[in-house]
């Protein structure tokens, strides 16, 4: 199985912010990476797809990017409407894996 | 709209067997693979099983295989998960979820039925 690492398990960041997410695949997903917004008590969202391409009706201020083995979620200008979990997944290969999930706090 | 409502959850005992559905509005649903993803308590996410469009292919996680039986009625726009010899360990709010084209990623989530099992 392919194991997704995600850090930080948590952050805290200020209106305005930019915001970085890792996520780490222990083998070569190529770009078969997707990040999820989960809001407390709701079901998650899908952000990007592939790794870096944004999905319909979500905010340009989320972006994107690697491939291989090492990803990152950047949310440019934080808003306090971002406060969530953020989950990467790969769909490379089955099993599908997520990771750990990033907490988003504002200061 | 895409719409993925999901029903059938509940308190059960452990042993015992327990049908979760899902109804699909808002889109072609024979047209898309579906899948179902678990969340624990304060935990975070995991897959539980995925089936092709037509329902010829399904995939299990190895912490379920053997036990949960995900199926398809395109006639009804219903995906259901059956689930039996369930454990402490099943207790989870479970989601349906659409996969993307030509991707499993999820695209469309239902708004997930809880699931505890406890004796």
């Known amino acids: 199985d392919i194991q997704m690492t995600q850090s930080p398990s948590s952050l805290s960041a200020s209106v305005g912010d930019r915001v970085t997410i890792t996520c780490r695949a222990s083998?070569?997903?190529?770009?078969?990476l997707n990040w999820y917004q989960q809001k407390p008590g709701k079901a998650p969202n899908l952000l990007i797809y592939?790794?870096?391409s944004l999905q319909g009706g979500v905010s340009s201020r989320f972006s994107g990017s690697g491939s291989g083995t090492d990803f990152t979620l950047v949310i440019n200008s934080l808003q306090p409407e971002d406060l969530a979990t953020y989950y990467c997944?790969?769909?490379?290969?089955?099993?599908?894996?997520f990771g750990g999930g990033t907490k988003v706090e504002i200061k | 709209q895409v719409q993925l409502v999901e029903s059938g959850g509940g308190v059960v005992e452990p042993g015992r067997s327990l049908r979760l559905s899902c109804a699909a509005s808002?889109?072609?649903?024979?047209?898309?693979?579906m899948d179902w993803v678990r969340q624990a308590p304060g935990k975070g996410l995991e897959w539980v099983a995925v089936?092709?469009?037509?329902?010829?292919?399904?995939f299990y996680a190895d912490s379920v295989k053997g036990r949960f039986t995900i199926s398809r009625d395109n006639s009804k726009n219903t995906l259901y998960l059956q689930m039996s010899s369930l454990r402490g360990e099943d207790t989870a709010v479970y989601y349906c979820?659409?996969?993307?084209?030509?991707?499993?990623?999820?695209?469309?989530w239902g708004q997930g039925t809880p699931v505890i099992v406890s004796s």
């Open positions: 979820a659409r996969d993307g084209a030509d991707d499993y990623n999820f695209d469309y």
């Open positions: 808002g889109f072609t649903f024979s047209s898309f693979s």
């Open positions: 089936i092709s469009y037509n329902g010829i292919s399904t």
């Open positions: 083998h070569s997903i190529r770009n078969y």
């Open positions: 592939g790794a870096s």
């Open positions: 997944q790969q769909s490379y290969v089955i099993p599908l894996t």
